[in-house]
């Protein structure tokens, strides 16, 4: 038991001595230093690399019209930690309202043989 916690127990009302108060100081600052290091981790978010976010945004748009073409989505899910409802504003945004009726709807020619290239390849390979 630590003096202080004695003479408390005790039930004496002397104040705390000045080493215990240094004690009690050092003990508050190292906690503190403790907390504000981990805070300063949790916090920081690292800048993300332009080409992964390149890659995901791509995956997401392959993704969402794959569903609304009635295909399952790739094995790897590109909407990982997104709730539903933002998995369906993405998809309404990046598709430009295309629906399950035309999957394609707001592309090009180009861009839907494209599509359906990338979709012949990675399902062949």
Do not use: C, H
């Not at 978010?45 to 019209?65: G, K, L, Q, V, W």
């Not at 598709?95 to 494209?114: H, K, L, R, V, Y």
């Amino acid at each position: 038991m630590f003096p202080w916690e004695k003479r408390q127990m005790d039930g004496s009302k002397q104040p705390l001595r000045t080493w215990e108060k240094v004690y009690w100081g050092v003990f508050v600052t190292g906690f503190s230093v403790f907390l504000l290091s981990r805070v300063s981790v949790w916090t920081s978010a690292e800048p993300e690399d332009p080409a992964i976010a390149e890659r995901r945004e791509e995956s997401r748009m392959r993704a969402a019209r794959l569903m609304l073409a009635g295909q399952p989505p790739p094995a790897d899910d590109p909407f990982d930690g997104l709730t539903p409802q933002e998995i369906q504003q993405y998809v309404d945004k990046a598709t430009n309202g295309a629906t399950s009726e035309d999957p394609f709807e707001g592309m090009s020619p180009e861009e839907i043989n494209n599509f359906m290239q990338q979709q012949g390849s990675t399902a062949t390979g």
